[in-house]
């Protein structure tokens, strides 16, 4: 029973996504979405198992299986724009379809359950990135984190002048701009993690995806806690975390809290079992 116990985790999150999947195959009428969420639940699911199996590269595998099928499968061969610009120009649209229930679910109201795991098991941008060198980020946090401001209000000014200027065939100028925009990412991403020596430098300063994600992340019902009787204050978990998160700290307002991509390095590193 006590091993059987282990497995309700990653039960509960494949029930939870064949929720989503029937619910919205039903009232869209659409077997994609049946398709489309119960490959992404099955294929967390199985990350979870790997993890709870000890299997060292689990959180790889859920971003690889996740990451490829968004970005190969559902951008370059459905031609839908997941990236920001394509949640605003449905939005805009009011077509509540692809990139609106994705950006819903995964980016805006998701997190107040599971944080940023977008960020450590399913982003496509982070699944190039994270194969890079700098794991641990070998320099301090630069306070540079505007950046994304500018990112975040650039996008929404860009789609906004197109509906403005009453450009026609926008739909294809949204997998022209999906196309540019991930190779602008992958090279700017990569620059800032050999400049910054940090994989995730792109994730701490430029992305503005978290113009969302970090406000809704604060409230998320799935943290990382430490056990203070078992923490020695060796501070290993600091120094190993790819997002400079002080997970000592239980508080909501722990440093950097709203960053914790929930990869889990800091529980398996910590010597005492503590988190
Ligand atoms: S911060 Fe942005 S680029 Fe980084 S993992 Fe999250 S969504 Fe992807
Ligand atoms: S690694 Fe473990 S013992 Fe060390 S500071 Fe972190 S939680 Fe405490
Ligand atoms: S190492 Fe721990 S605190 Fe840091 S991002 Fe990963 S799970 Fe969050």
Redesign the pocket.
């Known amino acids: 029973m006590e091993k059987m116990k282990r497995f309700f985790p990653p039960m509960l999150i494949l029930i939870i996504f064949e929720t989503v999947a029937i619910t919205l195959w039903q009232t869209k009428d659409n077997p994609f979405y049946l398709f489309n969420f119960s490959y992404i639940g099955m294929s967390i699911a199985l990350g979870m198992v790997l993890f709870i199996n000890k299997y060292k590269h689990a959180r790889r595998v859920v971003q690889l299986l996740v990451g490829l099928y968004m970005l190969v499968y559902l951008g370059l061969i459905c031609q839908e724009n997941m990236q920001i610009e394509g949640f605003w120009y449905y939005l805009f649209t009011g077509v509540f379809e692809a990139a609106t229930i994705h950006y819903a679910i995964a980016k805006i109201f998701g997190p107040l359950v599971f944080g940023?795991g977008?960020?450590g098991y399913a982003?496509w941008?982070?699944m190039v990135l994270d194969f890079l060198p700098y794991k641990i980020p070998a320099q301090p946090r630069k306070k540079i984190g505007w950046i994304r401001y500018i990112t975040f209000a650039a996008s929404l000014i860009f789609v906004a002048a197109l509906f403005l200027a009453h450009v026609g065939n926008l739909e294809r100028i949204m997998f022209w701009a999906f196309i540019i925009g991930n190779i602008a990412?992958y090279l700017v991403g990569i620059i800032l993690a050999y400049a910054f020596k940090d994989n995730?430098a792109?994730?701490k300063y430029i992305?503005p995806?978290?113009v969302f994600?970090k406000p809704m992340s604060y409230f998320a019902l799935f943290r990382v806690k430490c056990d203070k009787e078992k923490c020695i204050s060796c501070g290993k978990c600091k120094r190993i975390c790819p997002m400079n998160v002080d997970v000592t700290d239980n508080s909501r307002k722990r440093e950097n809290g709203t960053e914790c991509?929930l990869c889990m390095e800091c529980a398996k590193n910590c010597p005492k079992g503590a988190l």
């Open positions: 940023r977008w960020c982003c941008t982070a990412y995730r792109f994730c992305c995806v978290t994600l991509i």
